[in-house]
């Protein structure tokens, strides 16, 4: 199931990442990693940060355990490695952390639960890509949160869960399901590059200041004719109302959706008047997961799947657990 889609789009890099806290991330991690290895597939895992933990920090619930098939690479804590010297064959020292340790990459020499670790930079997660390929690595499936999307920029895609944690009602998580995937599959602008400027009078012209967040005399000096705003930092509800009130409505070019900080409803206010919102790095999503069992509510799988892809169209939405894709 998915495995399909990592062979239709030739994936080699993957991430999945969840839109909250038990909305089945693990599970969705867990069974794409066991298909791929069913398959052949010499993988590498890893974390952003740290996961695989056995209890929920925020819930205090028993979370489900990343399971390693054998032959699979994975970076861990060294901590961690020496409580399984059986089943890890350390390989190499990818460098110290100041939270956790030293990270290691390592060769699952029987199948384990892991408690996978990973980068907390780009750069360091770009460390472990080029790490994996040198290996031999088919597929690397990066374990990822949706927070800190700009390691997803790294990868080929990205897969996301949601589920029935989100909200009270099937509509209410289908809508919030639904403004988040529109946030991580913002277009590319057709802009080039630029830093901080705007496009008027026919040209790029340079902005003052290193972010327009508290800068609203430069917001207020734009003029009318303004086409396009590009900004390095995050983008929030204060610039986007600041410009309707000004009833300009240029395309706001963003580095990344890990830069969107608006709310959904001054969000869809602003692209209601004509606004555009793009990106410079954009990211390819191949799937949503559902997982219909939430902490206080619960739904049938049936009826998420479809209330969830009768809001997303064309993206394919699965229940990976019984095998169902709406």
Known sequence: MLLELILDNKIKAVAVAGLAKNTGKTVTFNRLVAEAHKAGFKLGLTSIGRDGEKIDAVFKIKKPPVLVPRGSLVVVWDAFLAEKRKALNPLLTLGKQRF???LLLARVEEEEEIELAGPITNKELLLVLQKFAGYGVDLTVVDGAIDRLTFAGLTDGLIIATG?????????IAEKTFFRVKVI???????????QQGYFNGRWQELPGQSLLGEMAVIKSLPQD??????????TDTL????RRMGSFPEIIINSPAHFFASSGVFNAYLARGGKISVVNSLKLLAVTVNPQGINYSFSSEQ???AVKNKLGDIPVLDVVKGIKC
């Open 100 to 102: 956790y340790g030293e």
């Open 164 to 172: 029935a944690v989100l909200g009270a009602s099937l509509q209410e």
């Open 185 to 195: 599959t913002l277009p590319p602008t057709n802009f080039a590059d630029y830093p």
């Open 226 to 235: 303004t086409l396009a705003l590009k900004i390095n930092g995050a983008l």
């Open 240 to 243: 986007l109302n600041h410009l």
């Open 304 to 306: 998420l799947c479809e």
